[in-house]
């Protein structure tokens, strides 16, 4: 596995080592030692998630402010444009975000440490997005920017795939401006 670092100091996207042939293939997706190894960090994963979302479903900016989520994050099935947000007040990258492309058949895996928002946007027909956290799922700790703030300035994909508009969950429809979100100090 090799670690390639993002312009967000401890985000980093991870390529796994793929042995395959014409029967398929095969990746170690995870192992403890290794990831130590390549990010310096020990961490304990709590909790895997599998989501599925069909073209133009847009998930984030979220982030849980207490009860912080490191995320392990990649795709199984199709593609999606993953962003990570720093809003770590301290920080100097704060509100500055780095976005890669994960999809089923280049096997990246993006490294979300807590302190960032994060989010997707689904590129294919659909996508079967997996991820790792560091810590539990506390929905009343979670928050969201808005995916569109100026402020940050991400630049999606959505038109280079066909995307008119992105499909949003009423949550990340009342996602708020960085400036007027809760952040980490």
């Not at 993002?6 to 996207?13: C, D, R, S, W």
């Not at 947000?85 to 301290?90: A, H, K, L, W, Y």
Request: charged letters at 25%; a negative charge; glycine letters at 8%.
């Amino acid at each position: 596995m090799q670690a390639i670092p993002t312009a967000l100091a401890g985000v980093l996207i991870l390529e796994p080592r793929v042995f395959g042939d014409d029967r398929g293939f095969f990746m170690e997706s995870y192992n403890r030692r290794t990831f130590a190894a390549l990010t310096g960090l020990d961490v304990d994963f709590v909790q895997d998630n599998h989501s599925r979302s069909a073209r133009g479903v847009l998930r984030g900016l979220h982030y849980q402010i207490r009860q912080p989520q490191g995320k392990l994050v990649r795709v199984a099935r199709g593609a999606v444009f993953d962003v990570a947000v720093d809003i770590r007040r301290g920080s100097p990258t704060f509100g500055q975000w780095v976005g890669a492309e994960l999809t089923e058949d280049n096997h990246r895996q993006l490294w979300v440490p807590p302190g960032l928002a994060h989010g997707f946007v689904v590129l294919s027909d659909s996508a079967d997005f997996l991820y790792k956290t560091t810590d539990y799922y506390a929905p009343e700790h979670e928050r969201c920017i808005a995916w569109d703030d100026s402020a940050i300035g991400i630049r999606w994909p959505l038109a280079a795939h066909g995307i008119e508009a992105p499909r949003l969950s009423a949550k990340d429809r009342a996602g708020l401006p960085l400036a007027q979100a809760e952040v980490f100090d």
